[in-house]
């Protein structure tokens, strides 16, 4: 009997020694985790910050919006003006949501005055009412000027989550400029503006689409999150010193 009881102590105590690495590692990481929101706190709320000037800043000439991009890669937010002509028989269609009806956004091709193209957001339209066909007098015929807000093309697809876009059947879960370009029946040698616009909240006759569908308010929930990983890792460090004082002993 005393052989077995002694023979116990090594084992007790190498689970002892585990239980202690494991909380350390789940303690680092908890450590880690807030440490990283915080970071994502800062970045959030200098993002909002960021749209919040541009979006307030007067609509600049689409030429000098193409000077900022090519020397800046970076438009997104900034109100842009121009001019042209629709082209409806391109439109594309992005797989949305626009406050709590799922549809769609309507990125139609806007040819302008010197040929070029740029794929416009003209904004939402109900799923039923993806054919163009059931909402014609939101067809805008002749010249047309547009005021919204620049926004800058993807650099790929945003995750393995996201469904790969359908150009056959028009309907496209991530803004691949390049695939809406080329699936909307433009030239073969059509020049395309390397960044979208959405376009403003300004009515379409008929009511279709619904304008105005930026999102500019950005959730940030960045505090509450890394609050959470810092209360989890500061309960971890008081379960681990309760169970280290109540065993002085090492049983």
Same mark, same amino acid.
């Given at each position: 009997m005393i052989q077995e009881k002694t023979m116990t102590v090594?084992?007790?105590?190498?689970?002892?020694?585990?239980? $202690?690495? =494991?909380?350390?590692?789940? @303690?680092? %990481? &908890?450590?880690?985790?807030?440490?990283?929101?915080?970071?994502?706190?800062?970045?959030?709320?200098?993002?909002?910050?960021?749209?919040?000037?541009?979006?307030?800043?007067?609509?600049?000439?689409?030429?000098?919006?193409?000077?900022?991009?090519?020397?800046?890669?970076?438009?997104?937010?900034?109100?842009?003006?121009?001019?042209?002509?629709?082209?409806?028989?391109?439109?594309?269609?992005?797989?949305?949501?626009?406050?709590?009806?799922?549809?769609?956004?309507?990125?139609?091709? $806007?040819? =302008?005055?010197?040929?070029? @193209?740029? %794929? &416009?957001?003209?904004?939402?339209?109900?799923?039923?009412?993806?054919?163009?066909?059931?909402?014609?007098?939101?067809?805008?015929?002749?010249?047309?000027?547009?005021?919204?807000?620049?926004?800058?093309?993807?650099?790929g697809k945003p995750g393995s989550l996201v469904p790969d876009n359908d150009a056959a059947k028009n309907v496209f879960y991530w803004k691949d400029r390049d695939a809406m370009a080329a699936s909307a029946g433009l030239p073969a040698d059509a020049v395309v503006l390397p960044f979208f616009v959405d376009a403003d909240k300004t009515p379409n006759p008929g009511g279709l689409p619904v304008g105005g569908v930026t999102m500019v308010d950005m959730p940030n929930n960045h505090l509450q999150y890394a609050v959470t990983w810092y209360g989890l890792a500061a309960a971890l460090l008081g379960v681990m010193g309760v169970w280290l004082l109540r065993r002085p002993d090492g049983k």
């Open positions: 090594p084992a007790r105590r190498s689970g002892h020694v585990l239980m $202690l690495v =494991l909380g350390t590692i789940a @303690f680092a %990481l &908890l450590l880690v985790l807030g440490s990283w929101q915080v970071q994502r706190l800062y970045w959030k709320e200098e993002l909002i910050a960021q749209i919040a000037e541009r979006t307030k800043s007067q609509p600049l000439p689409l030429a000098e919006m193409e000077v900022k991009y090519r020397a800046t890669a970076d438009v997104d937010y900034w109100p842009v003006a121009l001019s042209g002509t629709f082209m409806h028989d391109g439109e594309r269609h992005f797989l949305a949501t626009w406050e709590g009806q799922s549809g769609f956004y309507v990125y139609t091709p $806007l040819k =302008l005055d010197d040929g070029r @193209f740029v %794929l &416009l957001n003209r904004g939402f339209v109900p799923y039923d009412l993806k054919d163009a066909t059931k909402r014609p007098t939101g067809q805008v015929t002749g010249p047309v000027s547009i005021v919204g807000l620049a926004r800058n093309p993807l650099e």
